[in-house]
């Protein structure tokens, strides 16, 4: 494991090019301080690292909350930490360089807690005594990520992971049907 060129504490997480012939190998914190530097912004104070949620029924969710400066904007982003290390939720929000980074970072955890209240998916038995996962009030609202194994990403929906082919069969209900597909960045909110 490598640690950061500058505070030698955290793990790197930024190739930053400082000219042609140098780059240094730096922490998320460290590369924000060094933009937040660059661009004259004052950072307010932010401690990086675990934050709990409670979710339905009390299940606690343990997020990695991290803030990205950038020339963009300034953002927060928490990503779930689960036992099997399963993608689980990811939650994020931007604003601009001149934001309130307070407010914004308020505006991600009451987006954490309405991500992991809202279920898309439902569990139910089949007649022939299988479990089933269907799609809940003809609505699913989930993310993609990358699918090391071929060329079509995985489906994120309720924080777990399916297939495309696990995600048609939840589909089978609805032949017949006409449906949208909007894909949206993911710091945007979904109505």
């Given at each position: 494991?490598?640690f950061?060129?500058?505070?030698?504490?955290n793990?790197?997480?930024?190739?930053?090019?400082?000219?042609?012939?140098?780059?240094?190998?730096?922490?998320?914190?460290?590369?924000?301080?060094?933009?937040?530097?660059?661009?004259g912004?004052?950072?307010?104070?932010?401690?990086?690292?675990?934050?709990?949620?409670?979710?339905?029924?009390?299940?606690?969710?343990?997020f990695?909350?991290q803030?990205?400066?950038?020339?963009?904007?300034?953002g927060?982003?928490a990503?779930?930490?689960?036992?099997?290390?399963?993608?689980?939720?990811?939650?994020a929000?931007m604003?601009?360089?001149?934001?309130?980074?307070?407010?914004?970072?308020?505006?991600?955890k009451?987006?954490?807690?309405?991500?992991?209240?809202?279920?898309?998916?439902?569990?139910?038995?089949?007649?022939?005594?299988?479990?089933?996962?269907?799609?809940k009030?003809?609505?699913?609202?989930?993310?993609?990520?990358?699918?090391?194994?071929?060329?079509?990403?995985?489906?994120?929906?309720d924080g777990?992971?399916?297939?495309?082919?696990e995600?048609?069969?939840?589909?089978?209900?609805?032949?017949?049907f006409?449906?949208?597909?909007?894909?949206?960045?993911?710091?945007?909110?979904?109505?």
């Amino acid at each position: 494991m490598s640690f950061c060129e500058l505070c030698r504490k955290n793990d790197i997480q930024v190739h930053l090019t400082i000219s042609e012939n140098k780059t240094i190998h730096i922490c998320m914190e460290c590369n924000n301080n060094f933009t937040a530097n660059y661009m004259g912004i004052e950072l307010s104070s932010f401690q990086p690292g675990i934050y709990e949620f409670s979710g339905i029924r009390g299940k606690k969710h343990i997020f990695n909350v991290q803030r990205r400066v950038s020339p963009m904007g300034i953002g927060y982003e928490a990503n779930e930490v689960t036992k099997d290390g399963s993608p689980g939720f990811t939650v994020a929000v931007m604003d601009g360089v001149d934001c309130d980074q307070q407010l914004l970072l308020e505006k991600l955890k009451t987006k954490v807690k309405k991500t992991i209240f809202k279920r898309y998916l439902k569990k139910s038995f089949s007649p022939y005594g299988g479990k089933t996962i269907s799609i809940k009030d003809s609505e699913v609202t989930g993310r993609f990520e990358y699918n090391e194994d071929n060329d079509t990403p995985k489906l994120v929906i309720d924080g777990k992971e399916f297939t495309w082919e696990e995600f048609g069969r939840m589909l089978n209900s609805y032949e017949g049907f006409q449906f949208q597909l909007k894909i949206m960045d993911i710091t945007e909110d979904i109505k």
